[in-house]
């Protein structure tokens, strides 16, 4: 008799504080199946509105998704100081939104996730965005941000085969 294999559902987020992808990812098996994504336009008003709205939209999409894992990409080098402040506070505010969804995120690095995914860590948004279409059968895909969450979402799944479920 086979063993059933557990179904994993993962949230992948690429935060930022104008814009941040989300992808959730489930597998069962070697299946894998795009539950649902999106890009969260926080526009261009002031940092605590932006941040308090990209709270408010994760933790509606957790609660609709509810992911039992969680995968986050890693703060990589800003050239721009302010940039780098800005980021960081919405990557404190999407870890805190998962925290309060009892999930502890992995971090992944942008090259790690490309590589992962496409096999070149230097690989473009594009390249990323025809990979998750072509893997997830998604055509309708069309947010740099959102096929990057998916890809984190993805390279998530490839390095953590064995990991436990939680809940679903």
Not at 84 to 101: F, I, T
Request: charge should be positive.
């Amino acid at each position: 008799m086979a063993l059933a294999h557990p179904v994993r559902r993962v949230i992948g987020i690429d935060p930022g504080s104008i814009k941040a992808g989300w992808g959730v990812v489930e597998q069962s098996g070697n299946r894998l199946k795009l539950i649902g994504s999106g890009t969260i336009k926080l526009g261009t008003g002031g940092l605590t509105e932006r941040i308090a709205l990209l709270y408010a939209k994760l933790r509606t999409i957790l609660e609709e998704h509810q992911p039992n894992e969680a995968a986050v990409e890693a703060i990589f080098f800003q050239k721009n100081a302010d940039s780098a402040l800005k980021l960081g506070h919405a990557r404190g505010v999407a870890l805190l939104a998962l925290a309060h969804s009892q999930l502890t995120p992995t971090e992944y690095a942008p090259a790690s996730v490309r590589k992962s995914v496409i096999g070149n860590g230097a690989a473009d948004k594009v390249q990323v965005r025809a990979m998750m279409r072509m893997m997830l059968g998604a055509p309708e895909l069309e947010g740099l941000d959102e096929t990057d969450a998916i890809a984190i979402a993805v390279c998530h799944l490839h390095h953590h085969p064995l990991l436990t479920t939680r809940r679903l």
